[in-house]
């Protein structure tokens, strides 16, 4: 039996992929009996410009299994969403 050499390696290329930019993601959550919650007001963050921005509350109503499922859904379409979620970012980091 002849063994041969295996051929060589091409050589390694350079990464196509760009640093990520990094950001803050703000975000609060509070759990409270269904049916307790009268009103939901938009919060406003100040920002370092000396601008502010919205923040847009949301509610889920349900058990905590159906909690944890909603709140999933809703931040995976949240990042999926975004400028810049390219298709190669969410083969590597998405499920």
Sequence with gaps: MLLLPFP????LLPSTIAPMAR???VYGIRLVPEGSVTGVSDA???LADGT?????LHTIDGT???L????D????????????AEEEDLD????
């Design 23 to 25: 950001y803050t993601l």
């Design 64 to 66: 905590i299994p159906q």
């Design 8 to 11: 060589p390696l091409p050589p």
């Design 68 to 71: 944890r499922r909603s709140l």
């Design 52 to 56: 502010t921005a919205g923040l847009t």
């Design 92 to 95: 590597a980091f998405g499920d």
């Design 44 to 46: 406003t963050l100040a």
């Design 73 to 84: 859904r809703s931040l995976d379409a949240f990042f999926d969403l975004l400028p810049g």
